[in-house]
């Protein structure tokens, strides 16, 4: 059974796993692949929305988590974790309507607002990996 322990671990994979559907529907796209493109765009998405909804449950019943590091370890740490939070509520929207315009078949419009979307989820998914690996790996709470 998976307890409320294991489950940053498991929240780090499906956002791992969001990540390389990510860049796998971007290479897809790239090869003009589109039936291909949009089935691994909208599992990255799902990926995603279940990671949203394990870390929301996570910090609802473990609260939050203290990061132990100091110095430069600490100084990326804050880093890091600002730039992905504060990109992680810019994308929302921005994935949203990415999504429509392709589902509009607005193909003109989805591709330049994707262009932005895409380096910048990807962003908001390996940074995540970065701040799992220095709060629960690198420097674990005592
Ligand atoms: C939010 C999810 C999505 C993201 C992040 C995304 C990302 C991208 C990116 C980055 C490109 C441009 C590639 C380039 O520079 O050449 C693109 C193009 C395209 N996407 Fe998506 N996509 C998403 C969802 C979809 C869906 C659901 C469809 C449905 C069919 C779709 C269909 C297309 C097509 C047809 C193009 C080519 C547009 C053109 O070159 O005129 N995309 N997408």
Do not use: C, E
């Not at 559907?21 to 765009?41: C, F």
């Not at 979307?117 to 970065?130: A, D």
């Amino acid at each position: 059974m998976i307890s409320v322990d294991d489950l940053p671990a498991v929240n780090a994979v499906l956002n791992a796993t969001s990540g390389l559907l990510l860049v796998a529907g971007y290479i897809a796209i790239r090869k003009r692949r589109v039936p291909l493109h949009r089935a691994l765009v909208l599992s990255a998405l799902g990926t995603s929305v279940l990671f949203l909804a394990g870390y929301l449950f996570y910090h609802y019943h473990a609260g939050t988590t203290r990061f132990t590091g100091v110095g430069l370890a600490r100084t990326i740490y804050f880093i890091v974790l600002a730039s992905h939070t504060i990109l992680a509520m810019i994308i929302v929207p921005l994935v949203i309507v990415t999504l429509f315009f392709a589902l509009w078949k607005r193909y003109d419009r989805h591709r330049r607002i994707a262009r932005w979307t895409f380096p910048l989820w990807l962003y908001v998914s390996v940074t995540g990996i970065v701040v799992y690996l220095m709060l629960y790996q690198l420097y674990p709470a005592a």
